[in-house]
Nanobody
Framework: QVQLVESGGGLVQAGGSLRLSCTASGRAFSSYAMGWFRQAPGKEREFAAASSWSGGTTYYPDSVKGRFTISRDNAKNTVYLQMNSLKPEDTAVYYC?????????????????WGQGTQVTVSS
């Protein structure tokens, strides 16, 4: 089973950028669809981005479309989330997730494993 560790969170002003990284250990990283979720205080965890195993297909919710970009480097067992034009409402703990398919990520079902989360805080 793949183990996931996120990094790159922090404090940024509104309009700024951050890049999150998620590095996987274990077997067959390139066989998994990878995604990012986020959870703000008092709210449910929500889908933020997903990538197919090859990176050729990506999905985003409307709330981040055009601002966030997911990418992956299978040679480095790493998936990234580039976040631009950040807003205070993007403040949340961001979690990396692995799944068998990109549909599983979009539906938040059949998640194989989660990372521990990294805090992103956007100040106004």
């Amino acid at each position: 089973q793949v183990q996931l560790v996120e990094s790159g969170g922090g404090l940024v002003q509104a309009g700024g950028s951050l890049r999150l990284s998620c590095t996987a250990s274990g077997r067959a990283f390139s066989s998994y669809a990878m995604g990012w979720f986020r959870q703000a205080p008092g709210k449910e965890r929500e889908f933020a981005a997903a990538s197919s195993w090859s990176g050729g297909t990506t999905y985003y919710p409307d709330s981040v479309k055009g601002r966030f970009t997911i990418s992956r480097d299978n040679a480095k067992n790493t998936v990234y989330l580039q976040m631009n034009s950040l807003k205070p409402e993007d403040t949340a703990v961001y979690y990396c997730a692995a799944a068998r398919s990109i549909i599983d990520l979009r539906m938040n079902s059949g998640i194989v494993n989660w990372g521990q989360g990294t805090q992103v805080t956007v100040s106004s």
